[in-house]
């Protein structure tokens, strides 16, 4: 079973910084990475998958990175809209299950 | 555009049963497997179950093996979870979620907006 482990736990940064999110699975998980971003009270919203792909309606500011066991999301430019939760996640061919990080809570200053 | 609306959540005690259900709409439901995935209150993400787009293959985290199950109905766009012998561990916001797959890989690209499920006496 992969694990998926994320850090830092929290982020707090100011509008206009960058961040950088990283995600690390337990073993390879090729290019099979998805981001989430999940705001209080709504679903979570797909970002990236395929590692490096941006979700439809997704803007640019949101890139991502990496393959095997290490993983990055960054947002290269703050916005007020940026807080949230991001998870990462992982669904293997077999087993189907669809593994996600413990998250990391961006906070803005 | 992408819908999905679940349905049937509530209170109940624990040991009873529950059953969700999530209406899809906006695609052709029949081409894609599903998920739901759940959240405790103030806790992360938590994967429950899949279904294949034929409905032929299910498969189950091991927090609710052999307790739930779900099924899906093809020709009313919906698919269901079957939540039996309910724990108040099992409460959380439940999402179901449409897979969307490639040469590469999985993700789930819409989801549900939620719903709650209180399971305590």
């Known amino acids: 079973e992969i694990v998926l482990t994320q850090f830092p736990a929290t982020l707090s940064l100011s509008l206009g910084e960058r961040a950088t999110l990283s995600c690390r699975a337990s073993?390879?998980?090729?290019?099979?990475l998805a981001w989430y971003q999940q705001k209080p009270g709504q679903p979570p919203r797909l970002l990236i998958y395929?590692?490096?792909n941006r979700a439809t309606g997704i803007p640019a500011r949101f890139s991502g990175s990496g393959s095997g066991t290490d993983f990055t999301l960054t947002i290269s430019s703050l916005e007020p809209g940026d807080f949230g939760i991001y998870y990462c996640q992982h669904r293997d061919t077999w087993p189907p299950a669809g593994t996600f990080g413990p998250g990391t809570k961006v906070n803005i200053k | 555009q992408v819908q999905l609306v679940e349905s049937g959540g509530g209170v109940v005690q624990p040991g009873r049963s529950l059953r969700l259900s999530c209406a899809a709409s906006g695609f052709t439901f029949r081409n894609f497997g599903m998920h739901w995935v759940r959240q405790a209150p103030g806790k992360g993400l938590e994967w429950v179950a899949v279904?294949?787009?034929?409905?032929?293959?299910?498969y189950f985290a091991d927090s609710v093996e052999g307790r739930f199950t779900i099924s899906r109905d093809n020709s009313q766009n919906t698919v269901y979870l079957q939540m039996n012998s309910l724990r108040t561990e099992d409460t959380a916001v439940y999402y179901c979620t449409k897979e969307n797959q490639n040469h590469i890989g999985y993700y789930f690209d819409y989801w549900g907006q939620g719903n709650l499920v209180t399971v305590s006496s």
């Open positions: 395929d590692a490096s």
């Open positions: 279904i294949s787009d034929d409905g032929s293959t299910t």
């Open positions: 073993q390879s998980v090729r290019r099979q």
